[in-house]
């Protein structure tokens, strides 16, 4: 860990940080140098190693590695498992690490007739799309595509202080029932709000639009009674299915469908 601060008086120190991008958007990593109002705080408890958004520094002694995106390239498997070795605490950053992300569609399709449809005549490298705990062992997971701010600064003073790092356990119909809302189902929508991880505070269906899964399984979900649901209101199975696929994150639930 890295220089040590007394804020009142009470001992701790930075976290010797680095960030990685993969196959993604870099959405992830760009969203914590967009919070401007606490970006200052928030650096003031990292010790920031290599982060190519924030920083031109590259150094290889960090303690924790955020992994953002997922896996498409025999160099991008080298390059993780050397990161695995250095991180103390290695981190899966966003829906693309945790789960595959919109990556992951690129798996349903036969690869080669892509490559000939959007690059053709040009050698291109790429290997079916896999999440990071395919490839290493993950030791923290911050879903949301994107991850949400104030949850990643959240968990980042939970390790500099060492207190036990937390995830909603339930549903993102919990944070949107809060707000009040019509529930989509009402209006002849499929959502996977019941299904779905809170803690993004409902921002899709907030604003009309059903929740796609982006950060992952909510805790005791029960995939057989939302398949009912879904069929008792004569709902399309086929919007089920593309949906419960779109982020890959229900990859283990998928066999409840029909
Ligand atoms: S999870 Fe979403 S925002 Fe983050 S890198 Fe992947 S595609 Fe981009
Ligand atoms: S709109 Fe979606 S998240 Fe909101 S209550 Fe209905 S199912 Fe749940
Ligand atoms: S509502 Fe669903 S899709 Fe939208 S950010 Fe939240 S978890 Fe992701």
């Known amino acids: 860990m890295g220089e040590k601060m007394r804020p009142l008086g009470v001992p701790f120190e930075k976290l010797k940080i680095a960030s990685f991008d993969f196959t993604c958007c870099e959405g992830c990593q760009l969203q914590l140098t967009n919070q401007e109002a606490s970006l200052p705080d928030f650096l003031d408890l990292l010790d920031v190693r290599n982060f190519r958004e924030i920083s031109s520094e590259r150094h290889d002694d960090y303690d924790i590695a955020l992994i953002e ?22 981190v899966a950053f966003g829906t693309c690490a945790c789960f595959g992300g919109v990556n992951s569609l690129k798996n349903r399709h036969p690869v080669e007739e892509l490559i000939d449809e959007v690059y053709p005549g040009m050698a291109i490298e790429t290997l079916p799309v896999r999440k990071i705990s395919d490839l290493v062992t993950v030791d923290l997971s911050i879903p949301g595509c994107p991850v949400d701010k104030g949850e990643v600064e959240r968990i980042m003073v ?29 209006l002849g929508e499929i959502c996977l709000g019941p299904l779905t991880r809170a803690g993004c505070n409902a921002v899709c269906t907030s604003g009309k639009t059903p929740c796609l899964g982006c950060r992952g399984p909510a805790e005791e979900i029960n995939m057989a009674a939302f398949l009912e649901l879904v069929k ?16 890959n994150a229900f990859e283990p639930f998928q066999s409840h469908e029909t």
């Open 232 to 247: 008792e209101r004569g709902l399309s199975l086929d919007d089920l299915h593309e949906k419960l696929a779109f982020y």
């Open 158 to 186: 939970s390790l500099v202080t060492g207190s036990l790092v937390t995830l909603p356990k339930y549903p993102v119909c919990i944070e949107c029932k809060a707000q009040l809302t019509t529930c989509l189902f009402e």
């Open 69 to 90: 995106g997922s896996i498409s390239r025999q160099d991008e498997v080298e390059r993780l498992l050397k990161i695995r070795k250095q991180a103390k605490i290695l």
